[in-house]
């Protein structure tokens, strides 16, 4: 699924009840999951750490619609390789 389907996607089915609590409580929700992310990156399975990879999408993409922003837009930064060097792969120093 293309990024811009997915951040549609996720406006028709969460977009009012998101929008509704208010761009606080996205970020926090979106960090929350970040942190079970991270978690499961460290010691979790391969299926529960895809499950923590679609929760953070999904309020990635949240985030995105309340503040009315495109993701494509914000994955363009990318398009070209490093924003810093333009190189892909990067060559910055470490
Ligand atoms: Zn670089």
Redesign the pocket.
Known sequence: MEIAVFQRLMEQTYGKRNRGRGVPATVACLAEETGELARAARKGSAAQQLHELGDVLAWLAALANQLGLSLEDAAARYRD???????S????PP
Not at 81 to 87: A, H, I, K, R, T
């Open positions: 390789g490093c924003p810093l060097c333009s190189l792969p990067c060559d910055c």
